[in-house]
């Protein structure tokens, strides 16, 4: 009867090691996939519904030394791009801000020098043009805290940035407290993903949301064409 039990509860225990293995091997299988493929992502209705959109820089980025303003152009130029896709309109006031995006120039090396939360961090106005508008904003006073890092400090310091050889571009949901410090719904990293006059990163972004246009599109037809078959 002992020996009986004993090789029962050996047999469950292989039954169950080979499930687990199974069922690892195909985490596994799919998380490789899934990192080696490109699959499409369907942005929340938050993202299709939003009309304004603040850009900052993201607070963890350090000014280059060798290109102190790297971040301010590229938050401009990220500007001037929104403005040519005329989907969303810019804002700089946070709490009328649909989506917050986030940038941070690459330095284009492993580890680079920068300054750190110094005078350019802060930014009193700006201009921004197209072929057909302008735009103005006037930042009054200083800007809200949209990270628990609180705002940039009086006096800068040199510090050693690591880790941000690529362009960063990050799409946070906006009127929420911290906004950066939130994971964002979207975001594209790569080499020159910010430069002019392309801004691949928003290029990307615009692509993403149409495809989830789309997909939304597609998704209201066919709940109409089931509610039609119920109620014929």
Request: net charge positive; proline share 7%; hydrophobic share 35%.
């Amino acid at each position: 009867m002992k020996k009986s039990c004993e090789k029962k509860i050996r047999k469950m225990a292989g039954v169950v090691g080979t499930v687990s293995i199974a069922v690892s091997l195909l985490a596994i299988s799919a998380g490789v996939a899934s990192a080696n493929k490109k699959e499409k992502v369907h942005l929340p209705d938050y993202v299709l519904n939003a009309k304004t959109v603040l850009v900052v820089i993201l607070p963890d980025a350090g000014e280059p030394m060798d290109d102190p303003f790297a971040n301010r152009k590229a938050q401009e130029e990220v500007e001037n791009a929104f403005m040519k896709w005329g989907r969303f309109q810019l804002t700089l006031d946070a709490e009328l801000a649909d989506l917050v995006i986030g940038v941070r120039k690459g330095t284009g090396k492993p580890a680079n020098p920068t300054i750190n939360r110094g005078p350019v961090d802060t930014r009193p106005g700006t201009i921004g043009t197209t072929d057909n508008q302008v735009w103005v904003g006037v930042q009054q006073g200083r800007p809200p805290d949209r990270t628990q890092q609180g705002a940039p400090k009086e006096h800068s310091h040199i510090g050693m940035e690591a880790g941000a050889e690529n362009d960063t571009f990050k799409v946070f949901q906006g009127g929420e407290q911290y906004t950066v410090d939130n994971p964002p719904v979207w975001m594209y990293i790569a080499k020159d993903g910010l430069k002019p006059p392309r801004v691949v990163a928003v290029e990307e972004f615009r692509k993403a949301v149409e495809e989830s246009d789309k997909a939304a599109a597609q998704r209201q037809q066919q709940q109409q064409q089931k509610g039609q078959k119920k109620n014929p």
